[in-house]
Structures are given as structure tokens and as C-alpha cells.
């Protein structure tokens, strides 16, 4: 029979955690767990600067005075941010970011409800996304402003086509390893991408890039070592150094110089929002475009929707006299 007991060999092995420790685990407030459990250090740091902004105008000092706050304290916080004027993008983030704090102790059951659901936000400042795209033109000479013959010009050519023809994010391209860009579904060659919340998508890879990946490769000398970076910078590629990636910098840098040459002033985000416009321009699903961004909502993807601006539908070229 069972008596309830552990088993004796269970109880002999050493204990990693002291009693000590266990019980300060345990006694952890959820407002500072549901802090830890962000992975994202870009998330964690936008989240940090929230939660301090409101805990420094709210006066809290404690985890637990989280749990007294009220949806006026949250109205007032949001007119203050009004008042220092801030964007209306930057205050609907920081009260994201105070909803997400509270959702997780409604699920925990610390707090009855979400202080910050139903609070009005302010309007983002239009409908359109206020990352530049660039031309069509302009893409396909910024595609061949690397020089084609140097090893340099080789793996700057691959990103960029890289970043054009999938609309990745320049986190998610450094992320990328030689076997993310081998895999198969279906028989079609994908990238594998790890996005945002640690979710993967996989996107059907563009015969340009493909060529372009596999003719940079074959100079790099790492195309069997596929666990390693895809991308890497270019004291890293031979030799030492194996599993280094490129940085995010490194990749804002690069497109920000060919992008200079050309004379046009643009980030590596400017090339997302390229992407994602020309889908769209060329009858791409808008659902399918969300998806192939990473996209959580559509109304994000809406935003690099710009076919109801086009000067060229409007109804002046209409007019007939």
C-alpha cells in the first residue's frame, strides 16, 4: 500500500535548493515574478521604464501596493503622460505594458480585475506607418550597391536580400543559423525564423536570396556548420569565432551606409516596411502578409497598407474636361 511517503532515494539526493531559498521562492510577489518571466530584454526593458514611470507618479514602493490600484489612479497616470507630451504611440505602449502587468495577477488571482481594461487611449497619429518604404527602384539598386567581387560585398548583398524579400526583422535575421536557412517543409527550401515572444514562423525562402545566401556561404567556409550564425561578422566568418552572429547595430550600420551611398537616409526597418508594402502593392492577402511578418494583430500590417494613398488612384487623374 502506499503509504504517502517519498521514496528513500528520492530524499537522499543532495538538495539544490535550501530550505531557506525554497521558502523565499515561494514567498516571491507575482508582481516581481510575472517581471522575471520576461525573456525579451527588449520587451523587459520598454516594460521596466513603464512600470517604474507609474510606480514613481503613484508613489508605490511595494509589489503588493500594486493591488490597490484603481482605474483612476491609471486615468491620471495617462492624462500625466498626456501632459508631458509624450506621443500618443508611446503612452498606448506604457499603458500596454501596465495591462500586461495586471492581466498576469488576474490570472494568478492576486487582484479581481484589470485596473487599465477599458480606459480610453489616445489615437495613433494616423492611419499609416511612419517608417519610410523606399521605391521599387531604389530597392533594386540598393540590392546591387555591394561589390559583387569582394567577400564583404558578397554577405552584404545576401542581408540585404534577405531583409527585402522576407521582411524580417534585423533581430530576427541575427538570430538566424545555417540551419534555419536549410529547411525544408514540403519540398520548398524556408527560412526558419524565431520572431517576437519567442514564436517561429517559417517563410518560403525567395530564389534571390537563396543564391545570393548560398554564393556568400561558399566563400565563407561554414556552410556544414549548421548550428552556427548564418551571418556573421566579418572577423568572425573564417576561422575563430564560429558561433558569433552579426548584431542587430551591425546590420543598422550596413544598410544605413549603402543606403547613404544612394543618398537616401534609412534604417534597417526602412526594408520591412519596403517588403511588406510591395506584398501588398502586388495583390499580397493582407492576412498572409500578418503572418509573414510576425504580426500579433492585422491592424499593425494595416499600417504598411499605403494603397489608399497612392497619388496615382486618386480621383484628380480622373477628372476629364
Not at 18 to 38: G, H, Q, S, Y
Not at 191 to 216: Q, W
Not at 302 to 315: F, G, H, K, N, V
Request: aromatic share 6%; proline share 5%; glycine share 8%.
Amino acid at each position: 500500500m502506499n503509504s504517502g511517503r517519498i521514496p528513500a532515494k528520492l530524499t537522499k539526493k543532495t538538495r539544490l535548493l535550501t530550505a531557506a531559498e525554497f521558502k523565499r521562492l515561494a514567498d516571491v510577489p507575482p508582481e516581481v515574478e510575472w517581471f522575471k518571466n520576461i525573456r525579451n530584454p527588449h520587451t523587459k526593458r520598454a516594460y521596466r521604464n513603464a512600470i517604474r514611470d507609474f510606480m514613481q507618479f503613484a508613489g508605490i514602493q511595494r509589489p503588493e501596493e500594486f493591488r490597490l490600484v484603481t482605474p483612476a489612479h491609471v486615468i491620471a497616470w495617462r492624462d500625466d503622460l498626456g501632459d508631458r507630451v509624450l506621443t500618443g504611440t508611446t503612452i498606448r505602449h506604457r499603458l500596454a505594458a501596465l495591462s500586461a502587468l495586471f492581466q498576469y495577477l488576474c490570472d494568478k488571482h492576486a487582484v479581481t480585475h484589470n485596473p487599465v481594461k477599458g480606459i480610453k487611449r489616445p489615437r495613433t497619429e494616423g492611419d499609416e506607418g511612419k517608417t519610410p518604404a523606399i521605391a521599387d527602384h531604389q530597392a533594386r539598386r540598393l540590392l546591387v550597391t555591394p561589390p559583387e567581387k569582394s567577400f564583404k560585398g558578397l554577405r552584404d548583398r545576401a542581408i540585404l536580400a534577405t531583409l527585402l524579400y522576407h521582411g524580417l526583422r534585423r533581430e530576427e535575421l541575427c538570430k538566424l543559423t545555417v540551419a534555419d536557412f536549410r529547411h525544408e517543409r514540403r519540398g520548398v527550401q524556408h527560412l526558419r525564423v524565431s520572431g517576437k515572444g519567442e514564436k517561429t514562423r517559417y517563410i518560403p525562402l525567395h530564389g534571390v536570396a537563396k543564391d545570393l545566401i548560398e554564393e556568400y556561404l561558399a566563400r565563407a567556409g561554414h556552410s556544414t556548420d549548421h548550428r552556427g550564425a548564418l551571418f556573421r561578422p566579418l572577423r568572425n566568418s573564417k576561422g575563430g569565432g564560429r558561433e558569433k552572429a552579426i548584431t542587430p547595430d551591425g546590420v543598422y550600420k550596413l544598410v544605413r551606409h549603402y543606403a547613404g551611398i544612394l543618398g537616401i537616409e534609412i534604417g534597417a526597418h526602412a526594408l520591412r516596411a519596403t517588403a511588406a508594402t510591395n506584398a501588398l502593392d502586388h495583390q499580397a492577402d493582407i492576412a498572409k502578409v500578418q503572418e509573414w511578418l510576425g504580426h500579433s494583430h492585422i491592424a499593425t500590417t494595416r499600417l504598411y497598407d499605403r494603397r489608399q494613398t497612392r497619388p496615382e488612384d486618386s480621383p484628380t487623374f480622373k477628372v476629364s474636361y
